[in-house]
């Protein structure tokens, strides 16, 4: 049965780096969080691996995490994890990485097969139907824009509503209503900050701070609930 936990953002106003989410993840992980939590670092595109690594461990004060960068058999690596953390950053830098050590697969099965998924930002987008609803600026380009698909929807992490005050360009509702133009069939869960998805087989669950907003093509946005279930 598939296990994920989906947040949109490391921080969540003024709270701090990963504060917010911290007991969420600890709730999730439950017995799994005593064993190695393999992490996967390749949207930290500002940072080298050992110190987002190291950042990692100091917010969510867990020393079993440890970063995929140190292991040989990357695919082993994660064929043998109980649980994967992937970190935010640069979604088309971690989808790129991603196929590049092959390791899409791997993560997909290793879910299925009851590994733990979490991840924030980058690490959430990766986890829908495609990474084609980052806000991410396309600074690689990744072999697909298909991603792990482990909730079968599109996600829209760090989502604002409306226009920011002298900004010109299009609100995140306009980009996401352009994107269903082009993708008719497609539906969209948008996540704003302080808010995650929990996935549990084909059950989804709202935690945190607001509702979520789900769009669809030609039909009014919907907000469901925080506490709230739904099929997927």
């Known amino acids: 049965m598939k296990n994920a936990l989906l947040i949109s953002a490391s921080s969540y106003q003024d709270t701090g780096y990963l504060r917010h989410c911290k007991n969420w993840v600890k709730d999730f992980l439950g017995d799994a969080g005593k064993d190695e939590i393999l992490f996967i670092p390749y949207a930290g595109v500002r940072r080298t691996n050992d110190e987002y690594e190291q950042k990692v461990i100091d917010r969510l004060k867990n020393k079993n995490i440890k970063s995929i960068h140190h292991y040989e058999d990357k695919k082993a690596a994660i064929k043998g994890a109980r649980s994967i953390c992937v970190g935010g950053g640069n979604t088309f830098m971690l989808l790129h990485d991603l196929y590049k050590f092959g390791l899409i697969e791997p993560i ?96 989804a669950e709202v935690i945190g701070y607001s509702d979520i907003l789900k769009f669809a093509y030609g039909k009014e946005i919907s907000y469901i609930k925080s506490g709230s279930k739904f099929k997927i």
């Not at 930002?121 to 482990?150: H, V, Y």
């Not at 409306?162 to 995140?172: A, P």
């Open 108 to 203: 997909k099965e290793a879910v299925e097969k009851g590994a733990k998924y979490f991840g924030w930002s980058a690490g959430a987008n990766i986890a829908g139907k495609t990474m084609m609803t980052t806000n991410d600026m396309p600074i690689i380009r990744p072999r697909s824009f298909k991603s792990l698909n482990l909730f079968p929807y599109q996600i829209n992490p760090h989502f604002i509503s409306g226009k920011i005050s002298g900004h010109n360009g299009e609100s995140r509702e306009e980009r996401l209503e352009e994107f269903l133009i082009a993708n008719k069939k497609d539906i969209v869960y948008a996540l704003p900050e302080g808010t995650a998805l929990v996935i549990k087989g084909d059950q």
